[in-house]
């Protein structure tokens, strides 16, 4: 593996965005681990992206009935989770979050007291199989006389009660998330060593995410740095280990999917694995054919056969889907056209009629 070209297509194969895709929106969690979904609609995007033949409806309804679940479990933010990982996920990950989020707590004046006699209030109003709304847990921690009119003081106690393993997400009623309690949407499961979930999470992200760096699962996983590779240690006897570009990869598979004569290309949703998911993005660009700056590491990227050459935008105007691609290359025809064809499968996901700009 010597160019990060090689390194870009295994990572598309490995993510399922090419070759053999998930059968299912819960199967694809449940291989890339976790999954982003802070933005909901876009992380949706993201697992048809990974799925044969999946729809919008069935990914909804997978949320609904508690086949993948979205709460805060990596990271500072939302990600979607198989139900059976979501405890031992928890356990290993949600103490790093909350120290993250420590000194906002404090200036909240929140803390395990705070946190204890909330998570009670929340827990009594969800008993039953209830399921309620954010804006309904706060009447409920009112009436429970805990102040949530202060500041983000809401927001950080019910990403606590996440945290903590007593609440998860519930069905969306419209278009709002509701919580219901973990124990009520999950069953039991056997409780996982430390170290088996240190070693669990190494290796579902390098096979999953590989080729990847180290610094990469740190970041993707919100562990320490030693943490992450004592998780690495464990799991290397089912990796391959490479070097390329003066860094060390593992990976499960270093093979690429065998390159179609025209190009491939996909619109990929803001926060996107394939981007998010590295410390180090280096690979998914070609700087020799750069034309213009990456606009931010977070944009909604236009990929070609594993490389960013631009950035998209939708807009509805007139109820119609317009997408409008930046492109940070000069496109040839090709590869113009294979972006024209992954809009019209967004469109189609969508279910929307297309009109498609290009900005250079």
């Not at 609904?64 to 031992?88: C, E, K, Q």
């Not at 009670?120 to 954010?134: K, M, N």
């Not at 699962?217 to 070097?243: C, K, N, Q, T, Y």
């Not at 070609?304 to 509805?316: H, I, M, N, P, Q």
């Amino acid at each position: 593996m010597e160019s990060t070209l090689d390194i870009a297509r295994a990572r598309l194969r490995n993510q399922r965005l090419i070759g053999t895709r998930c059968a299912t929106p819960e199967s694809a969690v449940s291989w890339m681990g976790a999954v982003q979904a802070q933005e909901y609609v876009e992380a949706q995007w993201g697992l048809a992206l990974r799925t044969r033949r999946s729809t919008r409806d069935a990914i909804e309804q997978a949320a609904t009935d508690g086949s993948i679940l979205r709460t805060h479990v990596l990271r500072p933010t939302w990600h979607f989770v198989a139900p059976a990982d979501i405890r031992w996920m928890l356990s290993l990950t949600g103490p790093c979050v909350s120290k993250r989020m420590a000194p906002y707590n404090r200036q909240l004046e929140l803390d395990a007291r705070a946190f204890r006699k909330s998570e009670t209030v929340i827990a009594r109003a969800l008993r039953g199989g209830t399921s309620l709304t954010r804006q309904e847990l706060r009447t409920a921690l009112e009436r429970g006389g805990i102040d949530v009119a202060s500041g983000q003081r809401l927001a950080h106690l019910v990403m606590q009660a996440e945290l903590d393993g007593v609440i998860c997400s519930g069905p969306r009623r419209g278009k709002q998330f509701t919580y219901m309690l973990l124990d009520g949407r999950v069953p039991s499961s056997p409780t996982r060593s430390r170290d088996d979930s240190l070693a669990e999470l190494a290796r579902r992200y390098f096979t999953s995410h590989g080729p990847a760096q180290l610094r990469d699962f740190a970041w993707w996983s919100g562990l320490p740095v030693g943490d992450a590779r004592a998780g690495l240690a464990m799991s290397e006897p089912h990796l391959i280990r490479h070097e390329a570009a003066g860094a060390t990869y593992w990976a499960a598979s270093v093979t690429g999917a065998r390159r179609h004569a025209s190009p491939q290309a996909w619109l990929l949703p803001m926060y996107d694995e394939y981007l998010i998911a590295y410390k180090d993005r280096s690979a998914a660009f070609d700087r020799r054919r750069l034309t213009r700056t990456w606009p931010d590491s977070f944009s909604a990227a236009v990929v070609v056969d594993g490389l960013v050459v631009g950035a998209w935008r939708r807009t509805f105007p007139r109820n119609r889907l317009t997408v409008t691609v930046t492109a940070l290359v000069r496109l040839t025809g090709r590869e113009a056209s294979a972006i024209e064809d992954a809009a019209h499968a967004y469109a189609g996901f969508i279910d929307a009629g297309l009109e498609l700009a290009f900005s250079v």
